[in-house]
């Protein structure tokens, strides 16, 4: 199978089930390495590519379930213009890096801890990597750790691992239940998320893409669009899905195509919305954990992932579908997604 483009990627993505059981193993019970309790004050979120874009959704989940003051930022930004930055006392920061020898990232932690005394955090799925050597404390995910430059099962792995730490400083014995439960309905669904992923590409010859998510979905829909420019090498833009009526839809026309990440709360708005882009003359491929309030009119595909497992605790099941529809675009392109274009597995500087 690794013989074949895209084949180690594939391999990666496919894993997903049984890697997301190993680190719950890992990380049930005494296993979870940090204190249950958040530290006081701001928390602040730092990655880089695909690690921004899970620092955005985490930060979000954090808020949710928490209720602490969370962002997220570009470690660049840190470094940049860190004037800009109001850094209290209190603030405790997460460097977030697959690798964790990202130059900015490492730097902007190190910075955090060294420079400004603040309490660190790191978030890998290297333990001993450069980024823990300016961390107080480590959640690493090695069971996730890849030989493929883009991003898929470290994501989903991270962002599970992570949220477990919001669900147990808000005491959500519920949400961390319910993550028990996700190889086995990752798995119950897969057959058809291959089939959804092959069908997208082959049903609507995707052009000019555009993926839309809110709250804790829109850092996701950045790693969906991330995808398609990682393996298929073609442009693709993230909105919060209704801001897409406030100017960007000038441009919507019957070459678009929309990956919709859709919540459970906000169906109606953003059923609306899918309507009206498609009336546009935009193709619309739904992903969501139930097909409640969508038909023909809003939608040209529903992938239904099930609401067995609460939305908070069901974010991860969202990305494997989309990172299968990347590398099945990117094969029908004649990409190989295991050699992507002008990238490598790590920035350094
Ligand atoms: C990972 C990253 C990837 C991206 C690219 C460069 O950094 O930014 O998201 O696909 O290949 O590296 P990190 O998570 O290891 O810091």
Request: charged content about 20%; aromatic content about 6%.
């Amino acid at each position: 199978m690794t013989d074949q483009p895209g084949g180690i990627t594939r391999q990666e993505i496919t894993s997903q089930p049984e890697v997301w059981a190993e680190v719950l193993r890992s990380l049930s019970g005494s296993g979870f390495p940090l204190q249950p309790e958040l530290p006081t004050g701001q928390g602040l979120f730092i990655g880089a590519g695909t690690s921004l874009y899970l620092a955005r959704s985490l930060a979000h989940i954090f808020r949710a379930v928490t209720g602490a003051p969370l962002s997220a930022v570009p470690p660049s930004d840190l470094l940049v213009c860190p004037q800009d930055y109001n850094l209290p006392e209190q603030l405790w920061a997460v460097g977030i890096s697959r690798s964790g020898t990202t130059t900015e990232t490492v730097k902007a932690l190190a910075a955090m801890k060294n420079d400004f005394g603040r309490k660190t955090f790191a978030l890998t799925c290297h333990e001993g990597c450069e980024m823990t050597e300016h961390a107080d404390h480590v959640l690493a995910t090695p069971q996730a750790a890849e030989k493929s430059v883009v991003m898929t099962r470290s994501f989903t792995s991270m962002l599970l691992a992570m949220s477990r730490w919001a669900f147990l400083a808000s005491g959500r014995d519920d949400l961390l239940e319910a993550q028990e439960r996700l190889p086995e309905a990752l798995s119950s669904v897969w057959l058809q998320l291959v089939k959804d992923a092959q069908s997208a590409v082959e049903r609507f010859s995707p052009k000019q893409i555009v993926t839309f998510g809110q709250g804790s979905y829109y850092g996701l829909a950045c790693e969906v669009a991330l995808k398609v420019k990682e393996m298929a090498i073609q442009p693709s833009e993230p909105f919060h899905s209704l801001e897409y009526r406030h100017g960007p839809k000038s441009i919507a026309n019957e070459n678009t195509f929309v990956v919709a990440l859709l919540s459970d709360g906000g169906r109606n708005y953003e059923a609306d919305l899918l309507r009206d882009v498609k009336a546009l003359g935009a193709k619309v491929w739904a992903i969501a954990g139930s097909d409640e309030g969508l038909d023909a009119e809003q939608a040209d595909l529903i992938t239904v992932l099930g609401k067995e497992i609460p939305e908070l605790a069901r974010l991860p099941m969202v990305l494997p579908v989309a990172q299968l529809f990347g590398l099945e675009y990117a094969l029908s392109r004649g990409e190989d997604p295991d050699s992507p274009k002008n990238l490598t597995q790590v920035v350094t500087l």
